[in-house]
């Protein structure tokens, strides 16, 4: 799927831009390459992006020359810096693609690939240092770092006027997403993320399963041993087949 040509383009941004009017952040040309190039099963279109990487690529110079300030709102801050991973992550794969992971980069977790007010960020760096600090769990589930078992690429950019209803619904989405998690009345298998993160979702004084009764549509009593899905890291490139629920 092909970005729109520059005279389209410019429409399509007059007219998604009117949204952003409040906003301190302009994320509309994210929200453009995200609408043509992500599919509702949040499976990407890389060689859409590659095609009109000029369009990425000016909008990642945007995100480095700006800085969240101090009379930026919470909500302005997070979405940027949600974006800010999501966009990373995104380059990290252009630049090196063909991949068939962001595994097949070289430390991807490290590399230090964002520099915004002269300093460097990696994706841990994004991650652990900034936004696990926003004290939210649910943050965990906008995230994409380009594999099959992250939660999906929503096909829109996070903002402001957004971010609140994002977190309810991404976090509902992923937890309810048998792709990703299977939770019936005769069986419970879960994301490693809640392994991975159980600090963060216990941190309100709840235990996993309430946080994840809070949005399953089946409710659980508990977490079985052995109930981790092995995360599958393969490209979550379009055409792909979508993760397989199995913890083997």
């Known amino acids: 799927m092909k970005l729109l040509k520059a005279p389209y383009f410019i429409v399509a941004f007059l007219l998604f831009n009117t949204s952003y009017a409040q906003e301190k952040v ?52 997070l979405a940027y810096w949600l974006n800010v991973y999501n966009a990373t992550a995104m380059k990290m794969i252009i630049d090196e693609y063909p991949i068939t992971s962001i595994n ?22 994004i991650e652990h240092s900034i936004l696990r600090k926003f004290d939210d769990p649910r943050i965990h589930f906008l995230l994409n770092c380009g594999s099959l078992s992250s939660p ?32 019936t009345s005769s069986m419970v298998k879960i994301s490693q993320l809640f392994e991975w993160y159980k600090d963060d979702f216990e941190s309100n004084n709840i235990s996993v399963v309430d946080f994840i009764n809070q949005y399953a549509t089946v409710k659980i009593k508990k977490i079985p041993r052995n109930a981790y899905i092995t995360y599958d890291w393969s490209l979550n490139k379009k055409d792909e087949q979508t993760p397989i629920t199995s913890n083997n």
């Open 104 to 125: 097949d980069i070289e430390n991807p977790w490290k590399r230090k690939a964002f520099k915004t007010q002269g300093v460097r960020y990696s994706l841990d760096d």
């Open 26 to 77: 302009d994320h509309s040309a994210w929200d453009q390459i995200l609408i043509l190039n992500v599919l509702d099963n949040g499976m990407v279109d890389y060689e859409g992006v590659t095609r009109d990487v000029s369009v990425f690529y000016e909008y990642f110079r945007y995100l480095c020359k700006i800085s969240p300030q101090d009379n930026w709102s919470n909500e302005e801050k």
């Open 152 to 183: 999906r690429l929503w096909n829109r950019a996070y903002t402001s006027m957004n971010i609140l209803d994002a977190l309810d619904d991404r976090t509902k989405e992923f937890i309810n997403d048998p792709q990703r998690n299977q939770i």
